[in-house]
């Protein structure tokens, strides 16, 4: 077993995946729609399946905003430096909402970055 996706509902698709191709720099791997139950997938990543797990974006047509909930936690993204990438993402117009540096308790260096719709991304440095 693996792990194929991960899917995320966006109230404005193309706002979207400006975001994830143009300030966390993945690709749009594939797009569709489907007009009978009226929504849109867009599928982005890094690499497409089976080399790596991909985001599924969900667009259901007229629905702008969804709530978050408190279950939802993050995606985490790894890079060679989170330093870097930070000042990338906020060149880009990005909005990260943890500054690069040590995890609390620990040595790993991390940041959050916050896409349109709201959800985190935290950045890990590998």
């Avoid at 404005?12 to 975001?19: E, H, K, T, V």
């Avoid at 007009?35 to 849109?40: A, I």
Wanted: proline share 4%; aromatic share 10%.
């Amino acid at each position: 077993m693996r792990i194929l996706h991960t899917m995320l509902r966006v109230g404005n698709l193309q706002r979207a995946i400006d975001f994830y191709t143009q300030i966390l720099g993945m690709t749009l791997l594939r797009k569709s729609e489907n007009p009978e139950y009226k929504y849109t997938l867009a599928f982005l990543g890094y690499a497409s399946n089976p080399e790596q797990a991909e985001i599924e974006l969900t667009y259901n047509w007229g629905v702008e905003q969804y709530e978050m909930g408190t279950a939802y936690g993050h995606i985490a993204l790894g890079m060679p430096d989170v330093y870097a990438a930070c000042e990338r993402i906020k060149a880009a117009g990005g909005k990260v909402t943890r500054e690069a540096g040590p995890v609390k308790g620990g040595s790993t260096i991390i940041a959050f970055v916050t896409d349109p719709d709201g959800y985190k991304i935290e950045l890990i440095q590998r």
